[in-house]
């Protein structure tokens, strides 16, 4: 485990007041449409969880795992898609995508064209945290929880050497120097 201290960042009922917020939107947005949401694991299990049931239209789940991180906390660059959502909840379907974060873009930019591939109607993406400023391909979530600034966080499912995913809150991790 690597050496460091945990700052809160956003607290646990500001994420669910968010949460609540965004599943409002979506039910907006997809209202009389079939709808399928995607957790895109493992990042975003708890967000996907709150999410689903924050939401008022009828939806299908499923999931869908990539990795692009092996340890520590740079991006490697290589996507791998490693489960995939059966065809028929895709397919002819309007599909979101739900992530934990997006940080240089690339994972979640593979992943939509995955289930593109796999003959959605379209694809959206709701991201529970943005980091714009690591962008680099050029992808703008459609749903966004909250922006933040260049800093490596963890808890609510984002992980750190798979470390942290249980906290209930997003914290920012401090290297011990
Ligand atoms: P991207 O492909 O660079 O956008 O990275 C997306 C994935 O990287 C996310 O789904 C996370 O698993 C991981 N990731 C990116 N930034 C962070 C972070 O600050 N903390 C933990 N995981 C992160």
Redesign the pocket.
Known sequence: MMPGRVEVMIEEAEITKRISELGDELSRRYEGQPLTLVC?LK?AMPFFGRLCTAVSVPVWCDFISAS??HGGTE?SGT?LVRVEPSSEMIRDRDVVLV??????????TALRERILEQGARSVAVVTLLD?PSRRKVPLVPDFIGFSIPDA???GYG???DEYYRNLPFIGLFVPET
Not at 99 to 108: K, R, S
């Open positions: 895109v990042g692009s991180y991006s996507v992530e934990d974060i997006v940080d240089t873009g690339l994972t979640i980091k490596f966080v963890i984002l992980d750190l």
